[in-house]
């Protein structure tokens, strides 16, 4: 695969006008309508890919079906209480 055809998610985003962030929550969501390929510890998007889907053309390769866990909870963890031992100190 030539490096020069996949694109970082900040680049992607220059091109399809909006923001990196928000190609990372839709990939994370699953909502993300190109596919990406993980590569080298980065998130790339295809160049041909992003072509296509600006031009309205149907994308060469499907999407991936990915399960995300939505139930995942965000945030500071709370501190849990903790359980007496029966009057021991």
């Given at each position: ?59 060469s390769t499907p999407l991936p079906i990915v399960a995300t866990n ?20």
């Amino acid at each position: 695969m030539d490096a020069t055809l996949l694109l970082t998610i900040p680049e992607a985003a220059h091109l399809l006008r909006v923001g990196p962030s928000t190609i990372r929550n839709r990939i994370f969501l699953g909502t993300f309508e190109l596919p990406t390929v993980f590569f080298c510890g980065r998130r790339l998007i295809r160049r041909s890919d992003i072509d296509a889907f600006l031009r309205g053309e149907p994308l060469s390769t499907p999407l991936p079906i990915v399960a995300t866990n939505l139930a995942r909870k965000r945030g500071r963890p709370r501190k849990q209480a903790q359980k007496s031992q029966g009057g021991e100190k």
